[in-house]
C-alpha cells in the first residue's frame, strides 16, 4: 500500500532554487520549539558561478497598518531568529543529524539537494493576526514567522525578487492534555445603606477548552440584601496585550447572553442556572482588531489560541499576548449599580494525531505554492 505524505513546495520566480518542508506549523512545548528541517534544492548551473545561498528564519512583528506608513515611518519589526550560508557552506557539513524526511528528499531530488535546520529561540512569540477592519488593505498586524531562501554574497546582502523564496510558517501552541483546577469564583456586595449582601458564585465546568467547544457557566445568585436583581448578563471576552506599548491591552467581547428569566431575584431569593457561551469566529467575521491565529494561504481562519508562557519573567519577550475570561455581571438598576464576577480560562487547539515517521511506502505529494506569494517587507 502506497500512503501519500503532503510536502510543501516553493520555487524562487526564476526557478533556481526551490525549498521543501513538511509542514507548516511547528509545535511549541514551552521547553522548547520543533525545529525546521527543509531542503533546498539549487541549479547547478547557477550556483557553479560562485553565487552564495543563504537561509534564514525571520520573524516579523506588525504593531501599525501599513496604509499608515508615511514620512519615513515604519511600524514593523523584523527579528533573525537564524541565519547561516546553505550553500557552498552546507557541503562541508555532516549529514548524521538528518531526519527521515531530509533522508527520503535527498535521496529523491539528488546530489543537488541540500539539507539544512533551523531552531526557534526559547521564548519566541507564537503566530498572531489581528483581523482587519472593512475596507482595510495591507499587511495585517501580528506576529508573523516565514523561511527566507535567497542568493547574496553575505548575510545582510540586498537580496534581487527573483532569487529569493519567503515561505510563510506558523509557530504555534497546543491545549495540555490534562485539565488544571476547576475555574470557580464567589464575590459579594454590601451595600452602605442597607442590611445584608448580594452574593453570586460562578463556576465554569473545566478550564481547558478546544475551538467549537461550548463553554457552560454555573451561576447562583444568593440575594441576603433587600435590593433586586433586575437581569443577568453573561460574556466571554478576548483579552489582547500589545507589550510594545505601555497601554496596549484591549478587550472584545466574543459572545454574550442577556436574560431575565428567573428575575427578577427578590430579597432573601436565590436562582441557580446553567448559561452556555460559544466562543467563535463565525459571528465576529467582520469585526476589527479579534486576534486569529496566524494566517497562512488557503486556510480558514480561527480565533488566537491562549498565549501560555512559563513565567511571567518572559512576557516582555512574547509580541502579543491573548487570554480568555468570562463574565457575569447582575445588574441592580441605576441606584444598586452591578454586581461581577470574572474567571479566566483557556481557549486551544487539540493536537492532531500527525503521522510523525516515513515508512518505505510512503510516497510524496508534493504540494506546490505559488511564486507570486507576498513578501514581507525588510
Keep these: 500500500m502506497v500512503v501519500n505524505f503532503k510536502v510543501f513546495k516553493k520555487c524562487s520566480p526564476n526557478g533556481k532554487l526551490a525549498l521543501y518542508l513538511g509542514k507548516r506549523d511547528f509545535i511549541d512545548y514551552l521547553s522548547g520549539t520543533e525545529p525546521i528541517d527543509g531542503v533546498l534544492l539549487v541549479d547547478q548551473d547557477y550556483v557553479n558561478s560562485g553565487r552564495r545561498i543563504w537561509g534564514q528564519l525571520v520573524c516579523s512583528f506588525r504593531y501599525g497598518r501599513e ?56 521564548c519566541s512569540p507564537a503566530s498572531v493576526t489581528l483581523q482587519q477592519g472593512a475596507g482595510e488593505s495591507g499587511e495585517p498586524c501580528g506576529v508573523s514567522y516565514y523561511v527566507k531562501i535567497f542568493a547574496g554574497e553575505n548575510e545582510t546582502d540586498v537580496n534581487h525578487k527573483r532569487s529569493t523564496i519567503c515561505l510563510g510558517i506558523r509557530k504555534v501552541q497546543f491545549a495540555p492534555t490534562k485539565q488544571g483546577r476547576q475555574p470557580c469564583t464567589v464575590v459579594r456586595k454590601d451595600f452602605l445603606l442597607s442590611p445584608g449582601e448580594l452574593e453570586l458564585e460562578v463556576t465554569l465546568d473545566k478550564q481547558i477548552y478546544h475551538h467549537g467547544e461550548s463553554i457552560a457557566v454555573n451561576i447562583c445568585v444568593r440575594n441576603n440584601s433587600n435590593k433586586v436583581v433586575k437581569k443577568i448578563k453573561a460574556l466571554v471576552q478576548q483579552g489582547i496585550d500589545v507589550v510594545i506599548f505601555q497601554n496596549g491591552q484591549f478587550r472584545t467581547v466574543i459572545d454574550a447572553i442577556e436574560m431575565q428569566d428567573g428575575c427578577p431575584i427578590s430579597p432573601g431569593s436565590t436562582l441557580q442556572k446553567v448559561i452556555y457561551l460559544k466562543p467563535e469566529l463565525e459571528n465576529n467575521k467582520h469585526r476589527r482588531g479579534i486576534a486569529l491565529d496566524g494566517r497562512l494561504k488557503r486556510e480558514e481562519d480561527e480565533l488566537a489560541s491562549s498565549t501560555l508562557i512559563t513565567t511571567p519573567d518572559v512576557r516582555d519577550s512574547f509580541g502579543i499576548i491573548v487570554s480568555y475570561a468570562v463574565k457575569v455581571k447582575l445588574y441592580l438598576g441605576a441606584l444598586g449599580g452591578e454586581l461581577c464576577a470574572e474567571l479566566p480560562f483557556i481557549l486551544m487547539r487539540q493536537k492532531s494525531n500527525e503521522r510523525v515517521k516515513l515508512m518505505p511506502s510512503e510516497s510524496f505529494n508534493v504540494e506546490e505554492l505559488q511564486s507570486d506569494e507576498k513578501c514581507v517587507k525588510e
Design 67 to 122: 496604509e499608515d506608513e508615511v514620512m519615513g515611518l515604519n511600524f514593523q519589526k523584523n527579528l533573525f531568529m537564524a541565519s547561516e550560508e546553505l550553500y557552498p557552506a552546507a557541503e562541508k557539513k555532516s549529514n548524521v543529524n538528518l531526519t527521515k524526511l531530509q533522508e527520503r528528499l535527498i535521496k529523491k531530488l539528488g546530489p543537488n539537494a541540500v539539507a539544512f535546520n533551523f531552531t526557534f529561540p526559547q
